[in-house]
Nanobody, 117 residues
Framework: QLVETGGGSVQAGGSVRLSCAAS?????MGWFRQAPGKEREGVAR???????TYAESVEDRFTVSKDNNQNTLYLQMYSLKPEDTAMYYC????????????????WGQGTQVTVSS
């Protein structure tokens, strides 16, 4: 089970930190987002040894991290833009694979982030 917290409303240029609590330890975890009328897209993922991969659109503004002791995933978002507005989902890969966005198959319920201009 994955439970996201930390979403909310923020003005452009602001920051938000999302958290995802996992009920079990998972080697590969990530963040996805889905804006209204758009397909879900991968934002950031991190493997068991802490190597992170980002979508090009967020690479210089978002930071993903994981607390293995607490089974918690974070997404620190800086310099937010209105186009970052979306429902953000935490996800994990049941077999631990972490080489692509398509490996994720366990999902949280999502948390809304709204960025106003």
């Amino acid at each position: 089970q994955l439970v996201e917290t930390g979403g909310g409303s923020v003005q452009a240029g602001g920051s938000v930190r999302l958290s995802c609590a996992a009920s079990v330890s998972t080697a590969c975890m990530g963040w996805f987002r889905q804006a209204p009328g758009k397909e879900r897209e991968g934002v950031a993922r991190i493997n068991r040894v802490g190597v992170a991969t980002y979508a090009e659109s967020v690479e210089d503004r978002f930071t993903v991290s994981k607390d293995n002791n607490q089974n918690t995933l974070y997404l620190q978002m800086y310099s937010l833009k209105p186009e970052d507005t979306a429902m953000y989902y935490c996800a994990s890969s049941h077999n631990g694979a972490c080489y692509a966005w398509s490996v994720f198959d366990i999902w949280g319920q999502g948390t809304q982030v709204t960025v106003s201009s």
